[in-house]
């Protein structure tokens, strides 16, 4: 019995140990993600999140000035500036790329015959010559700068004053209330059935919907699309709300029958004994007992359409008028997508709401997904 439990105590802290390692695992990019929203855009692109509370050191280059730019002082002519901005500080200085940090602050190199650059501590530099200047284009300094840490609301302000993300906003919930509530109502009715109902065919219906589970959603876009046109839905909420029905379908019935099994059989016999009718059983006896499921379900099915980008683009459209969230927020990171600052923050912004219906219902998440298949025939 002493080994039993050392086994089993042993497999908890190994369980426990797993479930920490996942959370963790989520919880550090998660992080990450929070910290990178806050940083300034050039930090961004020349350090990591981890390295965001520490200086950080950049490398650029800025050219002198040029002939025009040159002063008369004695029998030298002398261009002179500033190779640093803001609250920069010099760390190394080159001429060179193949050598960017090659001399270090107040050091004095010769770049040309008699060419004289004096790069300071400070940042200032002084180009002397004891002829005039011959150049359109000003000479190359090489910079290893160090910026202490900075982190701005400024990229929150942008994302939250984007024209369109209010109406965006707006859209987004007109698309996920209903696209949520529609498959579970249709998926309750049909996983009753398939659970407790008995029929020709229902085996092969059973195994039809497990099927449907693994096509992948984009190979029926484009044909869903030109069947909505030929019936004349068209683009438009109705044939948004359809869309992600069908797409949700599978996945709600599949999870809600598999639940609908494990419940007690007693208590359905004893019903229709008394004499209830199916529909009876379902309002008053099945949907009651079935909330966990039908919450989880709620959570995956409000979380996806929330974050949809593909679905709304083909069956809403892309006008201003159209647009989601996904839609606007994806407009503002540019064509090219490099503006990591305002992935970052959207990332944020966006989770916020699913953020609320996950911990409003998270209880019910675990207990309506293993009951199925803990219980389930």
Not at 42 to 54: L, P, R
Not at 317 to 329: A, C, K, S, Y
Not at 361 to 373: C, F, I, P, T
Request: hydrophobic share 50%.
């Amino acid at each position: 019995m002493d080994g039993m439990a050392g086994q089993k105590s042993t497999l908890v802290w190994v369980v426990n140990i797993c479930a920490f390692l996942l959370v963790l695992l989520w919880t550090i990019p998660t992080l990450g993600l929070f910290v990178s929203s806050f940083r300034d855009r050039d930090q961004i692109a020349n350090s990591g999140w981890w390295q965001s509370f520490s200086a950080a050191e950049q490398t650029g280059f800025v050219r002198t000035g040029t002939d025009d730019d040159a002063v008369q002082e004695g029998g030298l002519y002398v261009i002179e500036g500033n190779v640093t901005e803001g609250d920069q500080t010099l760390v190394a200085w080159g001429t060179g790329a193949r050598d960017p940090a090659r001399f270090q602050p107040g050091d004095t190199t010769e770049i040309e015959d008699g060419w004289q650059l004096t790069v300071n501590a400070d940042g200032s530099y002084r180009l002397t010559s004891p002829e005039p200047f011959e150049m359109r284009r000003g000479e190359r300094i090489f910079t290893t700068t160090e910026v202490p840490p900075k982190f701005t609301t400024g990229n929150y302000q942008r994302v939250l004053t984007a024209e369109g993300l209010g109406r965006a906003f707006m859209n987004t919930l007109t698309v996920t209330i209903p696209a949520t509530v529609i498959p579970i109502l249709i998926a309750a009715f049909a996983a009753y059935a398939l659970a407790w109902m008995e029929f020709p065919g229902r085996a092969i219906l059973t195994a039809a919907v497990v099927g449907l589970l693994v096509v992948p959603l984009q190979v029926s876009l484009i044909p869903l699309l030109r069947l909505h046109n030929e019936i004349g839905i068209g683009k438009g909420y109705l044939g948004i709300w359809l869309a992600h029905t069908g797409f949700g379908l599978p996945l709600a019935v599949y999870l809600l029958r598999n639940y609908m099994v494990g419940l007690p059989r007693e208590v359905i016999e004893s019903a229709r004994v008394d004499g209830a009718t199916e529909f009876q059983i379902f309002r008053r006896i099945i949907l009651p007992l079935s909330f966990p499921a039908l919450a989880s379900f709620a959570i995956f099915q409000f979380l996806w359409v929330w974050n949809d980008l593909l679905v709304a683009t083909v069956f809403l459209g892309n006008t201003r008028e159209q647009l989601v969230m996904t839609g606007v927020l994806r407009e503002l990171m540019g064509s090219k997508g490099g503006e990591w600052e305002i992935l970052a923050t959207s990332a944020f912004i966006s989770i916020a709401v699913p953020l609320i219906v996950f911990f409003a219902m998270q209880k019910y998440l675990v207990r309506g997904l293993l009951a199925g298949s803990v219980k389930g025939g």
